[in-house]
């Protein structure tokens, strides 16, 4: 009898061992996504350009402007 006690017991112990285990992970977890959530980041609508592309861009629409 003491021995099924004592199996007993340690199988409870390892049961609630895993289940804490598991609680702490799913909370971690949460915890982690909500610091990166996926869409934190706005996509952007145009594309990048080098900046010689842009400056010179800029320039002739100041030129067509000024007429």
């Known amino acids: 009898m003491d021995t099924f006690m004592s199996e ?3 199988l409870e112990a390892a049961l ?3 289940l804490l285990a598991l609680w ?15 869409t934190a980041h ?10 010689r592309l842009v400056a ?6 100041d030129r067509r ?3």
């Open 16 to 18: 609630i061992s895993v």
């Open 42 to 51: 706005a996509p952007t609508t145009r594309p990048v350009r080098p900046i």
């Open 56 to 61: 010179s861009g800029s320039r002739a629409t």
């Open 24 to 38: 702490l992970t799913s909370l971690l977890m949460h915890g982690l996504f909500r610091l990166m959530p996926a």
């Open 65 to 67: 402007n000024a007429a």
């Open 8 to 10: 007993a017991i340690i």
